[in-house]
């Protein structure tokens, strides 16, 4: 026997909580996607010094959102598929993986938060080691080094000169700064702009999903009760 009345509401209610909550795991899985391949920082954090890698604390968290996106759109799938065919045994594995899935975001959220600032500090860093670098006696060491450089000023737009080294060159800027000997394009703050950015739609989507998993997770055991109520009558 089917639920009535308001249970029947809320069997619908929370199909439809559980159709947006697949289609935030897709959107999330895109955006992840998106975040993984995009030409900006694929370009900065594929370089590589001598000895040194581009740090890769970012795409830790790219990653994170890569996997949460993916058991988004399972556990969707489940949940509006229990919700029509009134199955305890599945709205009770969807209630389940919803309190994981928040708990890992919480987790993931609480990363984020605390890593804010590194991602960003760990690439000026690199940035500065190769900005050094382009004056070591080894010309092998160098010319990667003028490389790395060239490629984060052409990315992010950005052009700094120190008088009396090599950075005094202009081959080390993209072409439409070397012109603008006067002005400062100070790479630290573009770099900055770019991660934080990044960070911040991040967090967005993260609190959008937060909402939608805690009113799934309060109509998934309501309409447990009411499906429990009814096969009793």
Known sequence: ???????KCIKYLLF??????WLAG???????LWLRHDSQTTTILGSALENQSAPSSFYVGIYILIAVGSVMMVVGFVGCYGAIQESQ???????TCLVILFACEVAAGIWGFTHREKIATEVK???????NDIDSPNKSIADKAKAV??????TLKCCEKEKGTSMDSSDVCSKD???????DFNCHNKI?????????????????VAVIMIFEMILSMVLCCGIRNSSVY
Not at 1 to 7: I, L, N, P, R
Not at 26 to 32: C, E, N, Y
Not at 125 to 131: C, L, S, T
């Open 16 to 21: 439809v909580f559980n159709f947006v909550f």
């Open 89 to 95: 045994c599945l709205l009770g594995t969807f209630f």
């Open 26 to 32: 897709g959107i999330i899985l895109g955006v992840a």
């Open 192 to 208: 900055d702009e770019l991660f934080s950015g990044k960070l911040y739609l991040i967090g967005i989507a993260a609190i959008v």
């Open 149 to 154: 450089v060239r490629t984060f000023h052409e």
């Open 177 to 183: 700064m070397t012109a603008a000997r006067t002005e």
């Open 125 to 131: 860093q690199f940035y500065d080691n190769a900005k």
């Open 1 to 7: 026997m089917g639920v009535e009345g308001c249970t």
